[in-house]
């Protein structure tokens, strides 16, 4: 079962790996960079989303975690 929550994956090894090979493709492909906030600013949010995709035949293809 996908988990609803980044706090549940994060206690699933296999999740953990999803969402590091999610962020490390983010760093690598330069989407965003890590900076400071400037004052009197908002910062939005973001959500992790989960899917485990399948074969044809039923079994996991792989375990696939998104940054929205």
């Known amino acids: 079962m996908d988990p ?3 706090k549940q994956a994060l206690t699933n ?6 969402m590091k090979a ?3 493709a983010f760093i690598n ?6 900076v400071s906030l400037p004052p009197n600013k908002v910062l939005f949010g973001c959500k992790w989303v989960f ?7 039923g079994t ?7 940054l929205l």
């Open 22 to 24: 999610e962020y490390d």
């Open 60 to 66: 996991i293809s792989k375990y696939k975690a998104r």
């Open 13 to 18: 090894p296999t999740w953990l790996v999803a």
């Open 4 to 6: 609803k929550f980044a």
């Open 29 to 34: 492909n330069g989407t965003w960079t890590h």
């Open 51 to 57: 899917r485990i995709k399948e074969n044809p035949d």
